[in-house]
């Protein structure tokens, strides 16, 4: 199971008040102050994976109490044949001990 978390915020970390002086024609000087607007963001994704991979191959049981299985070359789809390198480093080997 694969599992993910991202967590994203925006903050602000300065701020002035926003002033706006206004000079008319005539010598008129206005001056006016706005509060601070502060906005943040926050966002959270979540992601998960589950996944489960089946190996088919042949099992043999030598012994009431061993099996052998060789897992990993029935049911490929990925076109590698038994001359492929990666064909051999994908094969399985699994040894039961039943005691």
Known sequence: ??????????????????????ETGDGDVQTAR???TYQSTSSQRKEGLSETVFLYGL???????LQIDLLGFLGRTDGQGIIDTDFFRQLRFSFTLKL
Do not use: K
């Not at 991202?6 to 300065?14: F, Q």
């Not at 099992?59 to 109490?65: L, V």
């Open 59 to 65: 099992g043999y049981t030598p012994t009431e109490n």
């Open 1 to 22: 199971y694969w599992r993910t978390t991202e967590n994203d915020a925006l903050t602000v970390t300065d701020a002035q008040p926003l002033t706006v002086v206004t």
């Open 34 to 36: 706005f509060d601070n």
